[in-house]
């Protein structure tokens, strides 16, 4: 499964959608609409709907921090804590 920006016309929709196959070749089929893309930018939701989706990953989440000496970056994989 993956995000998807959608074009519409004049606007943006922001889409969940995942592949299959059928047969021989890879289909797409949209899981979800999740809403007018400059909805979610202004009412601040893409990053919420990030962060949710990051918490519920079993195997993978990246987190980026700022602080007072710049970027870091932590990687969990399986339980696993590694800086990079």
């Known amino acids: 499964m993956f995000a998807r920006v959608k074009k519409s016309g004049p606007r943006e929709y922001l889409q969940i959608e995942e592949n299959f196959r059928e047969g021989k070749k890879v289909r797409q089929k949209i899981v979800a609409d999740l809403e007018r893309l400059d909805i979610l930018k202004s009412a601040g939701a893409l990053d919420s709907i990030a ?8 195997n993978v989440a990246a987190i ?11 990687a969990r994989k399986e339980g696993k804590q590694k800086m990079e």
Do not use: K, N
């Open 51 to 58: 962060t949710s989706l990051t918490r519920l990953s079993e």
């Open 64 to 74: 980026s921090s700022i602080s007072a000496r710049g970027i870091s970056r932590f």
